[in-house]
Structure formats: C-alpha cells, structure tokens
C-alpha cells in the first residue's frame, strides 16, 4: 500500500522547469515528449550528420572527393551547365566553399570551364567524361541512401515533409544572416594573457588556502 502511495506521489510530482529560454515554444517529439525549437534544430543538425554518415564511410577516400565537391558535382548534373553563382543557389553552400569545390574538381578533370558566349564575364561550369563517369557511380549509393532513410514513411507523409523542408529552406533563403542569430554583441571570451592571469591568481588563492590549512 505504501508503495502505491509513492508511486502515486511520483506520478503527480511537477517537472523540473526548463532554463530559462529553452522553450519558447513549446513542442512534442512521437513519444510525446515536450522539446525546445533549440532542442529541434540539434536533431535536424543530428539528422544531416547521419545522412553524411556513409558518405565519409564510404565515399571520401575511395573516390578522392570531399563532401562539398560531392555536392557540387552530383548538383550540376542534372543542371547540365551552371555558373558558381548558380551552384551557391542550388546548393546553399557559400561561394568559397562552392569556389574550392570547383578548383578541387577542375584539378581532378571532372568537370571544365568555358566562357559564355553571351556574357564573357560569366564563366560556364560542366562536368567532363570522367565527372559524369563518377556522377554514374555515386547515383546509385545516393539513391538507396534515399530509399533507406524513407522507407518507415508514407507517399502522404513523403509529400508533407517535403513541404515542411520547402518552407525552411525558404525561410532560410529569405532571411539576412545577421537577423538570424540575432543582434546581440557576442560576449568577448578573455585573452590569452588575461586567461593566465586569472589561472595564476586561482593558483596562488589555492596555494594560500592549503598553507592556511
């Protein structure tokens, strides 16, 4: 009887409250657990490295190919040709990353550079025989990763993810990087003479401490 009078107790106890914002928003993950939009985006985060998982498994140093240059390569496919600034767009990497890609894949011969004909400022990007050769390669690994990650889900679910990632990626398109982390100043971290500073008072406060002891 006791024992179901603690659990009893134990059922109706409140939760811890959650640091201060934490929860603005308060969400429910399947089990119904309650998590933060912060907590949130960590999965998303979780999510994409397990995606890239295999990737760095697998495909890095049997294909010689970063992770960047993989999505470059396996974008510009299907876009036949592109400039850099196109790549930036498609992919949502950042010009120097999209630009060390390029050199990184030039270098390797997968994929060449020609002038447009109709603008000679912008320069057209392409894959080469060996580019697509490798394209070929990768398609299939790419498309049962896909298949693998999917699977649990329905055509119904399928469509409403695809909305739901449609809607981040726009929101993300459309919003300048500085409102995005907020305009806050950052707190500055302490210099490396100040930090040994603080180090050696803390040393001589303990020194004290234990000649006093």
């Known amino acids: ?18 640091p201060p914002g934490e929860i603005a928003h308060p969400l429910h993950d399947g089990s ?10 960590y999965r998303l985060l979780k999510l994409n490295n397990l995606i890239m998982r295999p990737f760095f ?31 930036c767009e498609a992919t949502g990497l950042h010009p ?15 994929i060449s550079e020609r002038r447009d004909a109709a603008n000679l400022r912008r320069k057209l990007l392409t894959l080469t025989p060996e580019g697509w050769a490798l394209y070929r390669t990768l398609m299939p690994h ?20 695809s909305k739901l990632v449609g809607q981040l990626i726009l929101r993300l ?11 806050e100043e950052p707190i500055p971290l302490p210099g490396p003479a100040k930090e ?18």
């Not at 060390?100 to 011969?109: I, N, P, Q």
């Not at 999917?150 to 993810?161: G, I, K, R």
């Open 196 to 213: 040994k500073k603080r180090k050696t008072a803390a040393k001589a406060g303990r020194a004290r401490t234990a000649r006093r002891d």
């Open 96 to 110: 120097m990353n999209v630009s060390r890609s390029v050199a990184a894949l030039r270098r390797h011969g997968r």
């Open 1 to 18: 009887m006791a024992r179901k009078k603690l659990n009893a107790k134990q059922s109706t106890k409140a939760a811890p409250p959650s």
């Open 142 to 161: 790419v498309k049962n990763i896909s298949e693998n990650l999917f699977a649990p889900m329905s055509p119904l679910e399928l469509e409403f993810l």
């Open 57 to 87: 498994t697998h495909f890095e140093g049997r294909y010689q190919i970063s992770m960047n240059e993989m999505r470059v390569l396996m974008t510009l496919a299907p876009m036949g040709e592109a400039a850099s600034h196109e790549l």
């Open 173 to 183: 398109e459309t919003i300048d990087a500085a409102d995005l982390i907020g305009s």
């Open 32 to 41: 119904g657990t309650r998590i933060s939009q912060p907590q949130l985006l």
